[in-house]
Nanobody, 115 residues
């Protein structure tokens, strides 16, 4: 299982970013995907998840209405559209999946929200 996150960067408060997670090494279309984030000095926290079919999405309360998770099974890619970014969203964002009773994280992509 390999997960490659991309799309992070420096953005001003109120701005938007779209993160992508390219997956390989497993049958992407049959597994749920998730995004986590980890800010400096804080524990890793769940951000959002999506079922294998694109249904059953869940979102952290603090990002509800601002972040949207989606996936394209044909492209083996999951996305996290982030709008209305605030400084508290600054973190390394990691994609995740749970395959064969094991949790996998890709390398993260840094998101920095600052003016």
């Amino acid at each position: 299982v390999q997960l490659q996150a991309s799309g992070g960067g420096l953005v001003q408060p109120g701005g938007s970013l779209r993160l992508s997670c390219a997956a390989s090494g497993f049958t992407f279309s049959t597994y749920a995907m998730a995004w986590f984030r980890q800010a400096p000095g804080k524990e890793r926290e769940f951000v959002s998840s999506i079922g294998w079919s694109g249904a059953n999405t869940y979102v952290l309360d603090s990002v509800k209405g601002r972040f949207t998770i989606s996936r394209d099974n044909a492209k083996y890619t999951a996305y996290l559209q982030m709008n209305g970014l605030v400084p508290e969203d600054t973190a390394v964002y990691l994609c995740n999946t749970y395959v064969q009773f094991e949790s996998f994280y890709g390398q993260g992509t840094q998101v920095t929200v600052s003016s």
